[in-house]
């Protein structure tokens, strides 16, 4: 049981560093946020794993739910919605190029 | 230069934390305050979940403080956002996926946030993940439905007199026991979901705020105009 619970952590911790370099390294911004909630579900897994079950419900509640919400409508506040990447969207959205990368 | 001296920085960032967490042992708890809460809040508090005790009853003035700052930010942020213009244009509505999901999964939210928040000095979770799964579960109608009227002012009264409750529970707290938010009604069987005194009224005062504080920052944000695409 009690290596059972160390795969678990490592695996959340695994995940959650994925997550957290694919916001940095996704061209696109809808896709970058749902990174962000990836790096909260895997630190709500870490809260169980602890035993801090209330922790991990206001982590999955607000940083995977939340504040995913909050900055996806941020995005569309901002007209970066685009379910394509920044080089798919073309001529048609000149705007989108100073958020492309490299 | 710049990259240079954020690199010393990080490295001095990481070298911090490493000397830190060396020194813990994972999982442990370094502190001891925690034992004596766990012991002396079931015959203190008698609520069955020992971190709502803290929350409502040890440091019941910090959430008083936390839903303080929650207001002030949802306040700032519909200040920011102002309001959309009467023609201003709308979203097409939702495809069939979400409409019927939205349908579908709004009862169950308003069911897993009452639960929640009702059960909160019982089982982990309480008025905040209550009251933030609340939210959700009004936001979703407007997320299949961009056109649709959302309530603002009878959102606004709700979260008001839940705000004002959980004060007059903590005045009745400092009339009747002597100090500010003061569980009071006696504790009962522990376990049994009308227990812990005042606990669970104030938990339902905190979810009924935090949910329609968010779900109308969340409305405002969202009815705001989009830029064009």
């Known amino acids: ?102 | 230069m710049r990259n240079a001296l954020s690199l010393l920085f990080i490295a001095g960032l990481a070298f911090l934390l490493f000397v830190i967490t060396a020194g813990l042992d994972f999982g442990a708890a370094p502190m001891l305050v925690g034992q004596g809460i766990n012991q002396a809040s079931p015959g203190q508090v008698g609520a069955a979940n020992i971190v709502t005790s803290v929350v409502l009853g040890y440091r019941a003035l910090d959430t008083l403080g936390e839903l303080a700052i929650l207001f002030a930010a949802a306040t700032a942020g519909g200040l920011m956002l102002g309001r959309p213009r009467a023609d201003a244009r709308h979203d097409p509505e939702a495809g069939f996926i979400l409409l019927a999901a939205a349908d579908l999964l709004f009862p169950l939210l308003l069911v897993v946030g009452l639960f929640i928040i009702v059960h909160g000095h019982l089982t982990p979770g309480g008025g905040f993940q209550g009251g933030v799964i609340l939210a959700a579960a009004f936001f979703l109608p407007l997320l299949a439905r961009p056109g649709t009227h959302f309530n603002h002012p009878g959102f606004a009264v709700v979260e008001g007199l839940a705000g004002a409750a959980f004060i007059v529970i903590g005045l009745l707290g400092l009339a009747r026991g002597g100090e500010f938010l003061m569980p009071l009604l006696g504790q009962g069987a522990m376990g049994s979901l009308l227990s812990a005194g005042t606990l669970p009224l104030l938990y339902i005062a905190v979810g009924l705020k935090v949910g329609t504080e968010l779900a109308g920052l969340m409305a405002h944000i969202a009815e705001y105009e989009a830029v064009d695409p």
Request: avoid cysteine; glycine fraction near 10%; charge should be negative.
């Open chain 1, 1 to 102: 049981m009690e290596h059972l619970i160390n795969w678990i952590a490592l695996l959340a911790t695994v995940v959650m560093l994925a997550g957290a370099v694919a916001v940095l390294l996704l061209e696109n911004y809808l896709a970058a946020v749902a990174a962000t909630t990836v790096v909260s579900l895997g630190a709500a897994v870490i809260f169980v794993v602890l035993r801090a079950p209330d922790v991990a419900l206001t982590e999955a509640a607000v940083g995977a739910g939340l504040s995913g919400v909050i900055m996806a409508l941020a995005l569309r506040r901002l007209g970066l919605w685009h379910i394509g990447t920044a080089s798919d969207a073309g001529d048609d959205a000149p705007d989108n190029d100073t958020g492309r990368t490299g």
